[in-house]
Structures are given as C-alpha cells and as structure tokens.
C-alpha cells in the first residue's frame, strides 16, 4: 500500500471504530477492570511528536491489554486551564473560553488521527463549568476540614506575568514560563496544608510500583529530616524564646552564634536600638533574592548583627544573634544555631564576619583541625558531661538534657512546604469563597457551585486578579447574612484542576457528585499511569495528597490513585537534540501521517527505542516500517497459505514470537517486541507463511498497525473487529526459548547432543541421550557413573 492508500483505509477504520463505538466502555457492566491513563494535555491545539509518543505508543498496551480478557478504559481529556489562553486573550483580544474549545476540536481530531483507542464518551476538559464546578467543591472541601486557610506567605513571585509561582514553577531561580528572576514576596495567599500529610505521602511511596528515580524525587521533595528543636532565651527579655531546628544537636557545645532568617517575625523585636537602619536595608535587599541565589553554597555569606544576644541553654553563655539571607523563613523554624566547626554554610559565615570557632567533634577519622570544617559525625570533645560520646549517643541524651530543662524536644521536619493555590490570574476556576463586612470569610454554599468566570474583565496583567476589574464578579451579597459583600477574586492553581481528573474520567456528565462512588469503587486505582518524567513531584505528588485526604473522608476506594507509573523517554531531533521549535528540530506528525499514514507513524515510534528512554528521529526509519508492512500485506494477502507448516512443522517459531510479543508488550517494551515480529516476517517470507502464520502475525500486529490490521484480518474472512478479538495465545512447550541442546559425554568427552525441552528429569533425559546412535555404540552396559547437569550435558564415565 502506498502512503495515501494507507491514508484512505485508516480513516475508513476510524470512522467505522467511532461509529460501532467500540472503544466505549459501559463503566457499571465492565468485567476485570483495567483503568489505562496517559496524563491529559494542555490544549495548545498543535500535536506534537512528543504527544503522539506519550498517546500513540502507550495505545500499544491498552490494545494489547483489551484483546487479553481486560475491559479497558482509555479516557482522554484536557487540562485546559492556564496562561496561554489568557495570553492569547491579551496579545490578540481573543477570548479564552472560546479560543481553548477551539484548540480542544483541533486536538481530538489530531488525537483520533493517531488511531489510539480513546473513549471518547468521556471526554473532560478542566474549563468547563460543568468540570470546574468540582473543583471548587474540592476547595470548599478542603476548607470544611480545615485543610486550608488563608496566611501570609511569602511567594515566589514572577515580576513578568505578574503571579505568584510555586517553588516547584521556580527553575534555578527562574520562573518556569517566562525566564524571569523570581523574587520573594509577602501576600495573603490560600494554601493546602499537604504538610499534614508529608508523612503519610513519604511512607507510602514504598509500596508503589513506579520508576525508582521518581520515587527518589518524591522522597527529597518532601525531604524528611530527623533531629531537635532548641529553645535560646533572649538575653534582654529571657521569656521570649528563639526557636530552631537542628540535624546535629550532637553539636551544641559548637554553637558560637544564632541566626535568623531576614523575614522571622522576631527580626523587628530582636533589632536593638543603632542598629534598625542597617537591619531594615538588609531585609529588603534579601526580599530581592530567589531562594537559590540565598542558599547557593558558593555564594557570599551575607547577614547583620541585630545588636541581641540570646543565652545558651547548658552553657549559659551569651551568643550573638545575626540575621542573614542563608537562612530561610520557610524550612524548620526560620532559625538556626550557629556551629561553623561543623557546619560548611556556618563556616563560611563566621570565617567572613570574625566568630568564634569551636570545635566539638572529633571526627571518627584524621584529627581535629582548626583550619577545617569537619561536618562528619565522630565522638564529642569540649562538651562538658557530654564529651567521650558518639554523634549518635549524644543526640539523644543531649535531647533528653534539654527535655528535662523543657529548653528542647526531638523533632521531625519536612522540606515540603504548603501548597500555595491562589493565582492572581483569570483562567482558572474562581475561588468560592466571599469576603462580608459582618461574617467575615465564608464559603460559597456547595448548591450555589458553580462561581461562574465573568467575562467582562480586563486581561492586563496588573499583579492583581483581573477578576478584581469585573464589577459584576466581585460584587456580590453574602450567603449567609445577605449584606452586599465582595468575592475572592483569585483563581485556583491548575494543579488542583489535575489533581483529581482520573476520578471524573469514570462519571464525567455527574452532576450530583464530583464522582460515582461504586464506580470509582470498581474502577480505582489507575492500573497504568503513562506520562512524562518532568512530573515526577508536581502533578504526582498533588494528586496522591488529593487521592489520601478524599480516602480519609471515604471519598474515594483507594489511597493511592496510580499503582503503576511508567514514564515515556524523550524524542530527540534528526540532530540528537531535544525536539524543540527553538532548535528548529521538530518533525510534524500532521504531515508524515499524511505522507505515510498514522500506522507507519505509530510504529516507528514504537520502534525507535525503549519507551522509557525515547531516541533520536531518522526519517529513513519510517521506509523501513513501510518496507516491513508491505511484507506483511504480501504475506497475508498475495501469498496463498502454505499447505502445512513448512519448515517448522509445530509452528515452533510462531509460538515463541507469540510468547515474545506478549511478554515484550507488557513491559512497554514495543521496540523489541515488533523487532521480533519483524524478524519472523523475514523467516516467513523465505519459508512460506501457513494460515495459523498469517493469522497470528496480522494479530500480533495489531496494537501496531490497528487500521491496516483491521483490513487484514478482514481479508482473512473474519468479521470486524481485530480490535476486540483475543489474543492469540502460545504453548510454552512448543516455544524455542523453552528447548536446549544437552551434550552428551562418554568419561569427558564429547560423543553427541540432543535438542530439547527445558527442564526435564535427568532419568528423561538419560533416556534420550541413550537413544543417540553414538552413544549407543560406545554405551554397551551400564555406566560406572553418570553425571547429569540439566538443560546442559550428560557425562557417562565408563
Ligand atoms: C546546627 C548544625 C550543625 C546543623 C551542624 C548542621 C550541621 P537538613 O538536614 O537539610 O534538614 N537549618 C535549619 N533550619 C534552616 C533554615 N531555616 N534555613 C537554612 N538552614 C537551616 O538541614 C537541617 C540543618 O539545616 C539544621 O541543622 C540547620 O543547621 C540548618 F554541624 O543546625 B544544623
Ligand atoms: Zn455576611
């Protein structure tokens, strides 16, 4: 077939698949449930290749897994919330609403032109009312078990767009969209408390069946340290205390100096008199600052002497108290002991602004040096009752010293932060909350969801909502005392659009509830959860805090809502770099499926490498695939069927490709799996190929090549749809990874050998060797001694 041959069929197919509905599962009837989900896409109205990786090449293995006794369960939808649109309407005053639906027609029809078998029936996109309606009962349920409030916080804030930022929008600094030096800003702000379930969502990563790496990336996001809080009286006022959190309490004795972070609500009281000025440029200077350039090991250790001095809780000793930029508000207290004996970051700062160094550790090898840090553990010196101690003892009687003076406990903290949901922009779903002179914050009553986007509203970025400008959006009346009031005119972070979509996937036209309870009941967790490596905290770590809190409230069956993780690999240019429209590398999938069809597209993705590492695009790729399919259709349509199997009279290699590509399939290993097919259509073509051939090949095909399978299988004689046929199946017996060759030896050396089963008896296989002409010839009685190592050899000694 040619190219716009392949064209013809194919969409001949699709029209055929989406008119029987065949990919449409009925949720309630479904037998042995396998929920397949790609993570959904942001509606930029371009398919990409990349796409056509993640949607394309994971439809492998929801076709596979179909045709093995599965009902599968392959919803796509949008996620379609977020700036561009809101880009679009301030760069060409178009407006958002319509411009996302209008990237959502182009990309289904991008998407259904890549032959994936999506169940288009439950289409979702996070815009719609209808959608966002849930969204906003998932923040009011938030807000009825006080799992968020509205704080003071200080944001990443992006001076560009104009919004605040999560750190996890923040790269190296800089804000993720736009490049931009990201500073730190104190705003009012709702938040998720997902630090109360920092210990739950650390423990439980174990148990998942994800990329290692990823699993890694979720542990050091949430970054759990073990240690001790410690409490210093103020010198001036000793009933206020300075608390910090410390790994190495061990080190106490070291401590030379305090230091608080610029923004510790202590820093305006612990400002002595002389020293204001100085102390309130240095706070706003650090205001100025990314928490990278704060933190950054090689940076200048920057900071003030606040003019305070706080008391050593076992020493009694007077230590100064500095504010510096090193420290940041946002992880343990705000606050740390100074050791710079041990502590490189402490090191620096002293060694720049003259404090005293002691050391208190002996470090387990070399000796105590007085021009080094020495940050290993090791036995304590200079430590009062405490020296001669590990590291180890002294953590935990020096906690308990401290306990007993009530100066100190052990602690736990977390580096995961509160999740900071409020955006100041317009497309997104409306917070439901309103603001009343008389009640105060009161949440917007759940029948009254949902609080609709107004569409009056001036989109210039101000750094306030543009919600703000809408008269007939912000004013309203309260819901409870019926005074005039105003709403919230923040929208939510698109994260929280995506932190619970997988649950309307299975109830999407729900208009009573965000999901079917018996429903998700059945269908929960997502079996396999396909989609980039670039997601291994955010979205990931949103949704299994989402999927813990409803589980909690028994919303949900499961408390965990993806078991299975894999991530797709990246496609990289002809020239080995990342596809990106800034290299001007990237390859147009409308186009090659228009010159070869989306089977040979589909395909050669398949083939180019493992799933989980992508590879590099070489055009020549797809003639080869091209090639190989019209060795398939000559196979099946021109060549009539061999009488009987020739060459290969148990269909031994047809079994062992059947095993293979069944095996290779399930581990998302479609490079090798159609390797396989490949190889055996050679074999086929030089031998002949008998109908059991022709017919496991077309069908083995299938998750390939489904449109041109279809047509194949057809011309077989066999009624539509391959699609829903079962798979074929193997006898393991018959397989050639199950047969051996066993050499035979008479006293060590060789006489013959014999192919056959894995794993017989060694009475079995004596048998056999015995049968061999040769060894009968030298074996005329019994053997003194026969030595047997299965699957391998037989030594007779005579
Ligand atoms: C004294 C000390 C002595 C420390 C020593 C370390 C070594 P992890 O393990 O990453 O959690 N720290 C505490 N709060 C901080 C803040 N707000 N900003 C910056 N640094 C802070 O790190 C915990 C250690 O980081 C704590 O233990 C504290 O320094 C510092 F030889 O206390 B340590
Ligand atoms: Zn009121």
Redesign the pocket.
Same mark, same amino acid.
């Given at each position: 077939m040619t190219g716009p041959e392949r064209r013809e069929i194919e969409q001949k197919w699709q029209q055929r698949w989406q008119d029987d509905r065949i990919f449409a599962v009925d949720l309630a009837k479904a037998d042995h449930k396998f929920y397949h989900l790609n993570m959904f896409p942001y509606p930029s109205g371009n398919l990409h290749v990349g796409h056509w990786y993640n949607f394309a090449v994971s439809d492998i293995a929801a076709r596979a897994v179909r045709r093995q006794d599965k009902t599968v369960f392959n919803p796509m939808g949008f996620d379609a919330f977020g700036l561009p649109a809101e880009n679009a309407a301030i760069k060409h005053g178009l407006d958002p609403a319509a411009w996302t639906e209008q990237n959502i027609s182009s990309m289904r029809t991008q998407l259904q032109s890549t032959g994936a078998s999506f169940d288009w029936s439950k289409e979702i996109a996070t815009c719609r009312p209808d959608y966002y309606r849930w969204t906003q009962w998932m923040f009011l349920f938030m807000y009825q078990h006080g799992l968020t409030e509205k704080r003071e916080a200080p944001v990443n804030w992006c001076p560009k767009d104009q919004t605040i930022l999560a750190n996890e929008q923040v790269v190296g600094g800089k804000c993720e969209r736009c490049g931009s030096e990201v500073i730190l800003k104190k705003l009012p702000q709702w938040v998720f408390k997902i630090t109360d379930y920092a210990e739950r969502l650390l423990k439980d990563v174990d148990a998942l069946d994800w990329p290692e790496k990823t699993k890694t990336m979720q542990r050091n996001w949430i970054?759990r340290?073990e240690?001790a809080y410690v409490e210093f009286s103020l010198a001036d006022t000793p009933d206020t205390r300075l608390k910090?959190?410390?790994?190495? #309490?061990?080190?106490l004795y070291? #401590?030379t100096y305090l #230091?608080v972070?610029p923004e510790h609500s202590l820093t305006p009281k612990l400002t002595a008199e002389g020293h204001t000025e100085a102390v309130e440029a240095y706070v706003e200077s650090a205001s100025h600052k990314s928490e990278l350039e704060r933190?950054e090991l090689q940076k200048q250790k920057t900071g003030v002497f606040s003019g305070s001095y706080a008391i050593h809780p076992l020493t009694a000793e007077k230590l100064p108290i500095w504010i510096a930029d090193?420290?940041?508000?946002?992880?343990?207290?705000?606050?740390?002991?100074? #050791?710079p004996?041990?502590?490189?970051?402490?090191w620096e700062f002293a060694k720049k602004h003259d404090l005293l160094i002691v050391a208190v550790?002996h470090p387990a090898t070399g000796e105590v040096n007085a021009n080094q840090v020495v940050?290993e553990p090791g036995k304590l010196i200079n430590s009062a009752e405490f020296s001669g101690q590990t590291s180890e003892e002294a953590k935990q009687t020096i906690v308990a010293k401290l306990k007993e003076l009530g100066l100190g406990q052990p602690a736990v903290?977390y580096?995961l932060r509160d999740w900071v949901v409020s955006r100041q922009r317009y497309w997104g779903a409306p917070i439901p909350i309103v603001y009343c002179g008389t009640c105060d914050t009161v949440p917007v009553p759940a029948a009254e969801l949902p609080v609709l986007l107004p569409t009056d509203v001036d989109f210039k970025p101000t750094g306030e909502s543009p919600l703000a400008r809408s008269e007939s959006f912000s004013h309203t009346t309260c819901p409870r005392c019926g005074n005039a009031a105003r709403r919230e005119t923040d929208t939510l972070d698109t994260f929280v659009d995506s932190s619970w979509y997988f649950f309307r996937f299975l109830s999407p036209d729900n208009t009573a509830a965000f999901t079917d309870q018996a429903l998700a009941k059945k269908w929960l967790p997502v079996d396999l959860y396909i989609g980039g490596a670039e997601h291994s905290v955010l979205h990931l770590l949103y949704a299994r805090f989402f999927t813990k809190v409803l589980y909690d409230h028994d919303l949900s069956p499961v408390s965990e809502p993806f078991q299975k993780l894999r991530h797709q690999g990246t496609i990289l240019g002809p020239d080995n770099q990342k596809m990106s429209k800034s290299k001007g590398n990237v390859v147009d999938p409308d186009a090659l499926v228009a010159e070869h069809g989306a089977d040979v597209v589909r395909s050669y993705l398949a083939f180019m490498g493992p799933y989980n590492q992508g590879g590099p695009w070489h055009q020549g790729g797809l003639v080869g695939v091209e090639r190989f399919f019209n060795r398939v259709e000559r196979l099946v349509i021109e060549s009539a069927a061999a009488s009987s199997e020739v060459g290969d009279s148990a269909g031994r290699e047809r079994h062992s490709v059947i095993k293979k590509v069944t095996e290779e399939i399930a581990e998302l290993r479609f490079n090798t799996a159609l390797a396989a097919l490949m190889a055996w259509a050679n074999n086929l073509e030089k031998r002949g190929a008998s109908r059991e051939d022709q017919e496991a090949l077309t069908s083995l095909l299938n998750p390939f090549a489904p449109h041109l399978t279809e047509e194949l299988w057809q011309h077989l004689g066999h009624e539509p749809y391959l699609a829903l046929a079962a798979w074929p199946e193997f006898d393991n017996s018959l397989t050639v990874e199950d047969r051996v060759i066993v050499v035979v030896q008479i006293n060590g050396r060789l006489r013959g050998s014999f192919e056959t089963q894995r794993q017989q008896s060694e009475a079995a296989l004596i048998r056999q060797a015995r049968q061999i002409e040769a060894i009968q010839h030298y074996l005329t009685g019994e053997p003194k001694k026969t030595i047997v190592v299965p699957d391998k050899l037989i030594n007779f000694v005579i």
């Open positions: 970054g340290s240690g910090v959190f410390t790994t190495r #309490v061990d080190t070291g #401590v #230091v972070a933190t090193y420290v940041l508000a946002t992880v343990g207290t705000g606050a740390v002991m100074g #050791v004996a041990h502590d490189e970051r402490d550790i940050t903290t580096r």
